[in-house]
């Protein structure tokens, strides 16, 4: 034991039994400290404390740098967070990088006396402006210098200084630290590692046995809004009564739509699905109804609509609001009496159909303005369904992103993988488009990225790509309440505004100028803006004078779309000038 302690004072520079046994005490308590389990950080920060016990320092610091030579990880024992990173970068950073490159201590006797200090007032930092010593070392990773450790000393008289004990005593206890860094970063690696493996089998089961499934379809997440939503649908699902689903484009009504079907007594029947916003009025009737063979040109044999087809089963009419004034009245009878006749034909067809329909439009308003017969809505509007928007389940979009992912991988042969940084950088999107913006955005990302891996920078947003602040100022989500509230799942969408280095920031409606889009049907349900002192016809000369006649700059003047001023002009008989 003699032999330890001598051992110990030599390599500290002093013959002193006492100061050798202290300083081997201090090492001692450091190596517990390291050696034990705990944050990285709190780690440090204890063996700071130490340090501050043995060396009667001010204004201990580690700091750990990254590949790039950047603070990673700064921690002090007597300042808080933002002291010590004042206090770090404030530091001469000639002095921090002659220990990083040269990976030797520097010792400063007196700052006051050294030409890298001039600049600093050190009563600043509470330090005695009589005498002040500074101290780093370097922090070392096997041959790489991994961060630096620094204290300063304050003195009286400088016979109080023992500069190379203590540089002795530090280069100890960096080495230490070294040490603990480097194992806290292999521990790290395996982990993640395992982490990757594990998202790697589950990856390869999911795309053996698919999504989870839900009443019989693939509707995939775990969030709250979602799993109420669906505890809905197995209610409604008991009885035929119509559903009408609302809620934003992209939040999967034909899904929704589908659950509902597999969940009901008539999941054995067929589910027919039609987009009454995809047909003019005419196509539509024989698409529902069907049509027998002569009755109109091209209708060669007979074929039977979608309510036949339906018979049994359910029908899905999306986008139900775009329908006609005139093809509401025969869509209400066959919802009235369960039967119809087939175009051209006069046999009447009786059917037994479930009704499912969707709009994203304010179904209300439209029916206080007379656009949409009330009698129609109260049959398809039994039973309402808010559908959340994606915004409201943010924790389905890394399962959402990855099954597009995987849905890619499948398309097109390949093996991307996304990053957790780009992950949380779509997680920070609200999507105005929904689930199927997200899916735009991870098959572009994918089509676009340079290697096997999406990082951050692969992503639109991160490239001055992202449309979403485009597309979603000029226009304000569906509202369903005709008295201007919102109803729960119809709130307005926060877009995504691109700053000038390509960072993303979310910007509230509000402080947008919104405009309403008007109506596009073709009947005289809007009212052309004026002041009341002349008369529309005159408001819409007016507004075609000024903008030379060209009708798409006199729609944006008068806050209306092309087609509703090409309406009014016929409707007033206004003969277009050409020049």
Request: aromatic share 6%; with cysteine; hydrophobic share 40%.
């Amino acid at each position: 034991m003699g032999i330890m302690r001598d051992s110990v004072g030599l390599a500290l520079g002093d013959t002193s039994p006492d100061r050798s046994s202290r300083s081997l005490l201090g090492i001692y308590e450091i190596s517990k400290i390291l050696c034990g389990p705990g944050d990285l950080r709190h780690l440090l920060a204890a063996t700071l404390s130490v340090l501050n016990s043995f060396l009667d320092m001010g204004n201990g610091v580690v700091a750990l740098l990254d590949e790039h030579g950047d603070p990673e990880l700064i921690v002090s024992e007597a300042l808080d967070p933002i002291q010590t990173r004042a206090y770090f970068a404030a530091l001469p950073e000639r002095v921090i990088g002659q220990i990083v490159v040269s990976g030797m201590p520097v010792l400063v006797d007196n700052v006051s006396e050294d030409t890298n200090f001039a600049p600093w007032d050190t009563t600043l930092w509470g330090q005695n402006p009589g005498g002040w010593a500074f101290i780093g070392v370097p922090i070392r990773d096997r041959d790489r210098v991994v961060g630096v450790l620094t204290i300063d000393r304050a003195w009286v008289k400088s016979y109080d200084l023992r500069p190379d004990e203590d540089v002795r005593f530090l280069k100890m206890a960096s080495n230490l630290i070294g040490q603990t860094v480097r194992l806290h970063t292999l521990v790290i690696r395996d982990r993640e590692r395992m982490q990757a493996d594990q998202r790697r089998i589950e990856k390869g089961r999911d795309q053996m046995v698919g999504p989870r499934p839900i009443g019989g379809t693939k509707i995939i997440g775990d969030s709250a809004a979602l799993q109420s939503a669906l505890s809905q649908v197995q209610r409604l699902a008991r009885s035929n009564a119509s559903v009408l689903l609302r809620g934003e484009s992209g939040t999967g009504k034909e899904l929704f739509a589908q659950v509902i079907h597999e969940s009901s007594a008539r999941r054995a029947g067929p589910f027919v699905k039609l987009n009454c916003a995809a047909l003019p009025e005419s196509v539509l009737e024989s698409e529902l109804f069907g049509h027998e063979k002569g009755a109109f040109t091209g209708a060669i044999a007979m074929r039977k609509g979608r309510f036949e087809l339906a018979d049994g089963g359910t029908l899905f009419l999306d986008e139900i609001g775009e329908i006609s004034a005139a093809f509401q009245a025969k869509l209400l009878r066959v919802l009235q009496e369960g039967e119809f006749e087939r175009v051209g034909g006069s046999r009447t067809i009786k059917v037994s159909v479930r009704l499912v329909s969707a709009t994203n439009r304010n179904l209300e308003e439209a029916v206080a303005k007379g656009s949409f017969r009330a009698d129609l809505y109260y049959r398809i509007a039994v039973v309402h369904l808010l559908l959340p928007a994606l915004r409201e389940r943010h924790g389905d979009i890394p399962v959402l992103a990855r099954e597009f992912l995987a849905r890619f991988n499948s398309d097109n042969k390949t093996s991307l993988t996304m990053s957790n940084p780009a992950m949380a950088v779509m997680q920070s999107c609200y999507f105005p488009g929904n689930v199927r913006e997200l899916e735009n955005c991870v098959r572009r990302t994918a089509t676009m990225a340079n290697g096997t891996r999406i990082e951050e920078h692969d992503l639109s947003c991160r490239n001055d790509g992202c449309l979403s602040s485009v597309l979603w100022q000029s226009s304000s989500p569906p509202n369903p309440r005709s008295d201007g509230a919102r109803l729960p799942g119809f709130p307005s969408p926060v877009p995504v505004v691109q700053r000038s280095g390509g960072a993303s920031i979310e910007v509230p409606l509000e402080a947008l100028r919104v405009i309403e889009p008007a109506p596009a049907s073709n009947h005289a349900g809007y009212t052309l803006p004026h002041d009341g002192s002349r008369s529309e016809r005159e408001a819409l000369i007016d507004a075609m004078e000024r903008t030379g006649w060209v009708q798409a700059k006199a729609a944006r003047l008068m806050n209306l779309t092309p087609r509703q001023i090409g309406y009014a002009l016929r409707k007033y008989d206004i003969s277009i000038k050409k020049f």
